[in-house]
């Protein structure tokens, strides 16, 4: 896994790499809602294992929390929230 971030706002992509195929490529798109990249240690690709809801709960808690209120605090809350801290 690369997490990538470039010198203009929104320019932040996770790349995902699985042997000789070609990588996974997940980038910030604010314009269509996708204002955030969740990264577990589980593939985006692959389904989730049995107790590993972890990304699905993420993506919930930061929807809640929505774009305008996201801070340092906040996000911290999110990634202590039961269900995404293992």
């Given at each position: 896994y690369f997490a990538l971030a470039g010198g203009y706002q929104g320019t932040v992509l996770s790349l995902q790499r699985f042997g000789q195929g070609s990588p996974?490529?997940?980038s910030l798109d604010?314009?269509?809602g996708r204002w955030f990249i969740v990264q577990t240690?589980?593939?985006?690709?692959?389904?989730?294992?049995?107790g590993d809801g972890r990304?699905?709960?993420?993506?919930?808690?930061?929807?809640a929390m929505g774009r305008n209120?996201?801070?340092?605090a906040r996000l911290f809350e999110v990634m202590g929230?039961?269900?995404v801290r293992d």
């Open positions: 996974d490529v997940f604010p314009a269509n240690n589980l593939d985006h690709a692959a389904s989730h294992g049995p990304r699905a709960v993420a993506e919930k808690a930061m929807e209120r996201l801070d340092e929230t039961w269900g």
